[in-house]
Structures are given as C-alpha cells and as structure tokens.
Nanobody, 127 residues
Framework: QVQLVESGGGLEQAGGSLRLSCAAS????????MGWFRQAPGKEREFVAA????????YYADSVKGRFTISRDNAKNTVYLQMNSLKPEDTAVYYC????????????????????WGQGTQVTVSS
C-alpha cells in the first residue's frame, strides 16, 4: 500500500507561482510512475503532468506545458509540481497519484491507470 499526502496549495494571484508536494509512504515509491491531476468545480478530473519512476520521462497536458514542471526526489519519497505563470483557469483541487507497475518507462496520462491517490490540495488563482 502507498499513502500519498499533497501539500503546498493555496491562494495565488494570476502570474504567480506555487509548488505542490506529494509525500509518499512505502519503500516502493521510487519504482512507481507518478502523476498530477486536477478537478475544477463542475468539471471532470483532468490530467496535468506525469513522470516515470526515474524522472527521466515526463509528459504534460497542453494547457500547462511550458508553465508547469513535474519532478521527483526518490530519496525523499516526494514528487513535486512547480507551477509558474498561474492563470485563473488553473484553479482546482490538485491530486497526486501513483501507478504501481514497477520500473516502467511508460508515463500514464489517464486517471484509470493509477492505483493510489492522495486527498488533494486546493489551488485558487485570482485574476
């Protein structure tokens, strides 16, 4: 089992930056692909970014490409989402997720490919 706890959300002005963190329990974190998703009120959960077990392969949604950066520190069992040039449309609850296939170089973009989820952290961007 893996437990995921997100932090770092909050209220930020448009054009500002936030860094989200996702701390994972369990010794197998370093072998999992990790992803970030978000869900705005009244909308479906959508993919934001993901990376493979080593961090060597990443994938981003077009809406965040060039503004957001996903990374991981396997020694700290933590994955990050650096969010720059924030826009009001980035407002959502952000979730991190883990795919329990070990040491795959595949970077999953779909929510149904992930096995573990955190509780989410709210990000609000004001205009």
């Amino acid at each position: 089992q893996v437990q995921l706890v997100e932090s770092g959300g909050g209220l930020e002005q448009a054009g500002g930056s936030l860094r989200l963190s996702c701390a994972a329990s369990g010794r197998t974190f370093s072998s999992y692909a990790m992803g970030w998703f978000r869900q705005a009120p009244g909308k479906e959960r959508e993919f934001v970014a993901a990376l493979n077990w080593s961090g060597g392969s990443t994938y981003y949604a077009d809406s965040v490409k060039g503004r957001f950066t996903i990374s991981r520190d396997n020694a700290k069992n933590t994955v990050y989402l650096q969010m720059n040039s924030l826009k009001p449309e980035d407002t959502a609850v952000y979730y991190c997720a883990a795919d329990s296939i070990h040491y795959s170089d595949y970077v999953p973009p779909r929510a149904d490919e992930y096995d573990y989820w955190g509780q989410g952290t709210q990000v609000t961007v004001s205009s």
